[in-house]
């Protein structure tokens, strides 16, 4: 009987290699970006084309390779940066594997031009698909040159995997950000298909950190910084009136390399827990030193995980320190009476909303289809030029496919369709429309609620969340259907946004617009806002399209909704009535209409129920 084990192909095995390291055109990019710091270059450039499918372009002014290392570089585990065994347990660069060029070079067609300083001509190599097509010399600045041109070109169905071009955009300058905080020292500059993104001078890390991300975070700061004889630890916090609702601007950095910890991440929630609301996050970029001997950074090919020696020292140690920092700048209550004099003229930061707390209040639903007939217009001073159809289930139909499926699911459907029926009866009664009685059907309490009475009882509605839910429908139809009215602004605004902000604004553009916005994009980061919707009253429009920005991502990453249903979501959040509005008795009555004319009155977008039924029984009972 033959043998049937053998060896794979070089170039195979490297494919398969490359799914590990070079899973996406990100993590070329960030290869790249780490070789040269490695070579001790002060400016890096990263050129990207249609994001990354068709080039990936580092440019910096590092020491570069000699004709031999060139052509070695591409050997699968050729490296510079271990020589021995116990160099893999006292790493400082960024590289050490000897897998991402020989990975690279697999999926993609690869020119790599470089020259050492006292070279007098540089060389370049040309590969496809792991086979070396040409290597000669060249014309070349000191430093290196790596391009990677139509990124996985034999392997279809990797391609045919990819994002569309924002959401791997995105990935690229989610890379370069992470990149360009640890090393403030080296000046950065991103083009994308010909715009400049960034152009990042050599600094220090508030400048960098300020660069990246706006002049707004000059006031956001909070310098950290702790030092003992076991591990080290700087960096800046953010004060806690800036914690947002969505993850994404947390940042530790082991021996200046980004790691993804889980772990280390709580250490610094739990030192917000009593000063920020549970759903919002904290901006922080930490710095961590240790002795390269007690970690271990060899646990992924993405370098991106890291294993402590003692890992429970460490949490302590990021927590007390996060602490430290907070209570040092008067971001948290201290008990020292005796500096409390001095606190007060520092100033104290104001907690917003501490008792609110989204994941209490929230309640699973599941969408079930309806019988509805006996449609009727409601008038919604909310939605101008608009109505809503409230259409009212037959108690028929609702009999009957209860009796055909009596599952637990059908009893709490018919319940909840039977309560929603006592709302219309109540709401709509005849005799006060003959009569044309204009009398108060709700009154409000504390400015937040809305109580109405029912035959059997009486509700309690969340103003807020009924407005969400009301306007959230809205906006699904005119997303669905047609565009809605815009308002033209006298003086067109035009709006800088963060590379990662700008990217997603494009990827969603269409659908912003088809919401009653007018805006265009105006090169690199810069967006042109023409109109606004023309119910929406709007007093600053570049923290508008942040936090709408800001809502959208949180609603695609927490509460899970597609696109469209997060950009609909996200507006009704930014454009409903505030708990604390005070309302009309025609206001109040066109929500409690409205709402129960919805597809689902019964919870928000994001899952807060909109009313709580009391029923007359448990009043009563009450009473005893």
């Not at 259409?391 to 139909?397: K, N, R, S, V, Y």
Request: hydrophobic share 40%.
């Amino acid at each position: 009987m033959p043998n049937k084990i053998r060896l794979l192909p070089d170039a195979i095995a490297n494919q398969i290699a490359a799914g590990e390291v070079i899973q996406r055109p990100a993590s070329a990019v960030k290869e790249l970006l780490e070789n040269a710091i490695d070579a001790n270059s002060t400016e890096i450039k990263l050129i990207i084309k249609d994001a990354g499918k068709t080039l990936i372009q580092v440019i910096d002014n590092g020491i570069g390779m000699s004709e031999t290392d060139a052509r070695m570089s591409f050997e699968k585990h050729a490296t510079s940066k271990i020589n021995t065994i116990d160099d893999l347990f006292a790493i400082q660069t960024k590289g050490f594997r000897g897998e991402a060029l020989a990975s690279i070079a697999a999926v993609a067609q690869v020119e790599l031009k470089t020259r050492q300083e006292e070279a007098p001509v540089g060389t370049t190599i040309q590969i496809e698909g792991s086979k070396i097509l040409k290597q000669e010399a060249c014309q070349q600045a000191r430093g290196t040159s790596f391009a990677i041109k139509n990124l996985f070109f034999n392997i279809p169905a990797r391609r045919n995997f990819l994002k569309s071009d924002n959401v791997e955009t995105k990935h690229i300058i989610d890379e370069f950000i992470r990149v360009a905080l640890a090393h403030s020292e080296i000046a950065f500059i991103m083009y994308n298909n010909g715009s400049e993104l960034y152009h990042l001078k050599s600094g220090n890390l508030k400048q960098r950190i300020v660069a990246l991300f706006g002049d707004k975070f000059s006031h956001v700061l909070v310098p950290l910084s702790e030092d003992t004889d076991v591990v080290r630890m700087n960096g800046f916090i953010g004060k806690p009136d800036y914690a947002k609702k969505t993850r994404g601007e947390q940042y530790i950095f082991v021996n200046k390399r980004f790691i993804k910890s889980n772990y280390l991440n709580h250490a610094i929630f739990r030192a917000y827990e009593d000063i920020i609301p549970k759903d919002r996050f904290p901006f922080f970029v930490l710095f961590i030193e240790v002795d390269p001997s007690k970690i271990d950074i060899n646990v992924h090919p993405n370098k991106q995980e890291i294993k402590f020696e003692n890992e429970r020292v460490i949490y302590t140690f990021v927590n007390a320190a996060t602490r430290h920092g907070l209570a040092q700048y008067s971001v948290t209550p201290t008990l020292d009476f005796d500096q409390e004099d001095a606190l007060n003229q520092m100033g104290t930061f104001i907690q917003k909303d501490k008792d609110f707390d989204v994941s209490k209040s929230a309640m699973k639903f599941q969408e079930t289809d309806f019988p509805f007939s006996k449609e009727k217009e409601i008038y919604n001073p909310f939605a101008k030029d608009s109505t809503y159809k409230r259409a009212t289930p037959e108690w028929e139909d609702l009999y009957s496919i209860a009796k055909k499926e009596p599952k637990e699911e059908q009893k709490q459907l018919f319940e909840k369709q039977k309560e929603t029926q006592d709302v219309f009866e109540q709401n709509n009664s005849s005799e006060d429309t003959k009569q044309g009685n204009e009398k108060t059907r709700a009154i409000q309490i504390a400015n937040r609620y809305i109580l109405s009475s029912l035959k059997t009882g009486y509700i309690l509605i969340d103003q807020q969340a009924a407005h969400e839910r009301i306007l959230f429908e809205r906006y699904k139809q005119a997303l669905n259907a047609q565009k809605m009215a815009s308002q033209k602004l006298l003086f067109p605004k035009n709006i800088e946004l963060q590379g990662q902000d700008a990217e997603v604004l494009r990827e969603i553009l269409d659908d912003v617009n088809l919401l009653g916005f007018e805006i265009s994009e105006f090169g690199d980061n810069s967006f042109v806002i023409h109109g606004l919707p023309a119910d929406l009253t709007i007093a600053d429009e570049q923290n508008m399209i942040e936090d709408l920005l800001e809502q959208f991502k949180n609603n695609m990453s927490v509460v899970k909704l597609n696109k469209r249903e997060s950009l609909a979501s996200s507006l009704a959040t930014k454009a409903s009535i505030s708990a604390g509005k005070v309302l009309s008795a025609e206001e109040m009555n066109s929500i409690i209409d409205a709402l129960f004319a919805c597809e689902n009155p019964y919870t928000a977008p994001n899952m807060r129920k909109t009313f709580v039924k009391y029923n007359l029984e448990g009043i009563e009972e009450a009473f005893k």
